[in-house]
C-alpha cells in the first residue's frame, strides 16, 4: 500500500522560513514525479511545486517562484519543500503527491497524480 507522510508544518511569521517533507512507502519512489499542493480555506486546491522522477527538471507557480524550492532524495524516498520569504497568503494545508505515470516529468495538474497525503498546516502570520 502506497502512503505518503507529510510533515515539517508550523505557525510561522512573514518572511520565516519552513522545510516540508514528504516520505513515500509502498512505492518505487524514485520511479514517480511528485507534486507539492495546497488549499486554503474557501479556496480551490493549487499546484505550488513538482518535480521529475530524476529530479532533473522542476517547475513551480508564479506565485512561490523565487521563494520555494522542491528537492527530492531517492535514497531517503523523501520529497522536500524549502519555503523562503513566506506571505500571509501562503497559508495554507500542504499536501504532496505522485504522479500517477512511471518515469515522467513533472506536471502542475492534480489530475495526473494518483497517491496523496494527508497534508500539513502552514500558517503564517503577519
Known amino acids: 500500500q502506497v502512503q505518503l507522510v507529510e510533515s515539517g508544518g508550523g505557525l510561522v511569521q512573514a518572511g520565516g522560513s519552513l522545510r516540508l517533507s514528504c516520505a513515500v512507502s509502498?512505492?518505487?519512489?524514485?520511479?514517480?514525479?511528485m507534486g507539492w499542493f495546497r488549499q486554503a480555506p474557501g479556496k480551490e486546491r493549487e499546484f505550488v511545486a513538482a518535480?521529475?522522477?530524476?529530479?532533473?527538471?522542476?517547475g513551480y507557480a508564479d506565485s512561490v517562484k523565487g521563494r520555494f524550492t522542491i528537492s527530492r532524495d531517492n535514497a531517503k524516498n523523501t520529497v522536500y519543500l524549502q519555503m523562503n520569504s513566506l506571505k500571509p497568503e501562503d497559508t495554507a494545508v500542504y499536501v504532496c503527491?505522485?504522479?500517477?505515470?512511471?518515469?515522467?516529468?513533472?506536471?502542475?495538474?492534480?489530475?495526473?497524480?494518483?497517491?496523496w497525503g494527508q497534508g500539513t498546516q502552514v500558517t503564517v502570520s503577519s
Open positions: 503527491a505522485s504522479r500517477r505515470l512511471r518515469l515522467s516529468t513533472w506536471h502542475s495538474n492534480p489530475a495526473l497524480y494518483d497517491y
Open positions: 509502498g512505492r518505487a519512489f524514485g520511479d514517480y514525479a
Open positions: 518535480i521529475s522522477w530524476s529530479g532533473g527538471t522542476t
